[in-house]
């Protein structure tokens, strides 16, 4: 049986990927498309990425999962390493953020996997030594709790997480003692909260992030985050979010999910950008993009699903009445709603910019590049071109019709130079 014989895939854009290895003389060279997955060698019980030919079926690659720090991720859509056994640099280049960090997450757990099982035939063997259970959380037991949580070896990790989500108090108690410490003034045991929070975050577990950055935990979590012992000064990320970070509603969002996946969202990237950007390793920050990434789409999936919001939204852009500066919020607005849909998968982000022509955003563009502020211009030009990268034919079909031709004659009267800034020259001449 070979290789594409044994792979239960679903073509789906997540998994689609470029194969490319270096040339002798330090090129990469496309190998082909396919779909990646992660899946048993034949006849072994080791595991190895496989990318299948999207059109034949052929083998593209089939690569062995080494244990060793080989494998590197760039840029949210490449994995790339050495493969040891033939000596050569290959590359997976994904069409999908979301499927690298899937593929990214899976390298991972194998590695951990095989790290686990060779300190297993390392160690001794005896009595049973498996971790039973967690300190009880207290004042009096915290570094007790740190020499557990940080000191540990894989295997005990994977207890470790196992034990931290069984007790369901254990932040809510962990968050108690860091209030009550705050309160004293206790800078011995904020600093110790400060290491047994960031060893937490750095075990790595979905499940824990969802409970953590749940909005009943987070700010606590950023707060216990302010007490650095590498830092002389105490941080004030909190004061910063609640007091500096102001969240514009250019329309008033009333689900109440979709304001605590922003919300969210925001707060992860600052942790993971601001707080500990130093502290967190390659695999921890592809599990916070995941959660970001996926904040995102379904915050775009909500609101598009919405027709009472983006009615009241394009209404809001063509009325009259409507101030310069709640214009220029609600550009913004829609710009960062056609960024974001690049989160959604690539069927459901057609179908969104679909929906906006037929809304008539073209038309509202149109008005946009006439105003006499040229960042808004730019926004306007930049929301063009998203509409350009996603599906040319949309702003081609528009511009031929009667309706388009003010906006045509925006486009080749405006200067050269910003055009070319632009990439609507790409267009035009086509």
């Known amino acids: ?82 493969d040891p056994e033939y000596s050569t640099e290959l590359a997976l ?21 095989l790290n686990f099982n060779t300190l297993s035939n390392d160690s001794y063997h005896g009595g049973n030594n498996e971790l039973r259970e967690l300190p009880a959380v207290e004042l009096s037991t915290l570094p007790l709790i740190l020499k557990t949580v940080v000191e540990s070896g894989i295997a005990d990790q994977m207890r470790i997480t196992e034990l931290i989500l069984h007790d369901q108090d254990f932040f809510r108690k962990l968050m108690d003692v860091f209030r009550v ?46 007490y650095d012992p590498n830092i002389p000064h105490v941080q004030h990320h909190r004061s910063f ?35 500990l950007p130093r502290a967190l390793d390659d695999a921890t920050i592809a599990n916070l993009n995941s959660i970001i990434h996926s904040n995102n789409a379904l915050v775009v999936s909500l609101l598009k699903d919405d027709s009472t919001f983006i009615q009241e939204l394009f209404a809001r852009l063509r009325s009259s009445t409507t101030s310069m500066e709640s214009k220029k919020n609600l550009v913004l607005f829609l710009h960062e709603f056609c960024s974001l849909s690049k989160s959604l998968q690539m069927v459901q982000q057609h179908r969104l910019f679909r929906d906006l022509v037929t809304e008539g955003i073209f038309s509202i563009i149109g008005d946009v590049l006439q105003n006499q502020d040229k960042k808004l211009v730019l926004i306007g030009t930049d929301i063009l071109i998203l509409f350009l990268n996603q599906d040319p034919s949309l702003l081609r079909s528009y511009v031929t019709r009667q309706e388009g031709i003010p906006l045509l004659g925006l486009l080749f009267g405006y200067k050269y130079d910003v055009l070319m800034k632009c990439s609507l020259k790409k267009f035009l001449i086509l």
């Open 241 to 275: 979010l609640n007091e500096h970070v102001v969240f514009k509603e250019a329309i008033p969002i009333k689900d109440p999910v979709v304001l605590s996946k922003i919300h969210q969202t925001y707060r992860v990237g600052y942790l993971k950008d601001v707080i």
């Open 93 to 113: 280049s994904f069409q999908e953020p979301t499927g690298c960090s899937y593929i990214w997450d899976q390298i991972g757990s194998v590695q951990r996997n």
């Open 1 to 82: 049986m070979g290789a594409q014989d044994k792979l239960p895939m679903e073509n789906t854009s997540l998994q689609r990927v470029k194969v490319y290895r270096l040339s002798d003389d330090g090129k990469w060279d496309d190998q082909g498309t396919g779909h990646v997955t992660v899946d048993y060698l034949e006849r072994s019980e080791e595991l190895g990425l496989f990318v299948v030919d999207e059109e034949d079926n052929e083998t593209l690659l089939m690569h062995r999962i080494s244990s060793d720090d080989i494998y590197r991720k760039q840029e949210d859509t490449i994995i790339s390493w050495r």
């Open 181 to 226: 410490c705050e309160d004293l003034e206790n800078v011995d045991g904020l600093h110790v909260i400060f290491k047994i929070v960031r060893g937490i975050i750095l075990l790595n577990s979905l499940p824990i992030f969802e409970k953590i950055f749940g909005d009943e935990l987070i700010m606590d979590i950023i707060g216990s985050l302010e």
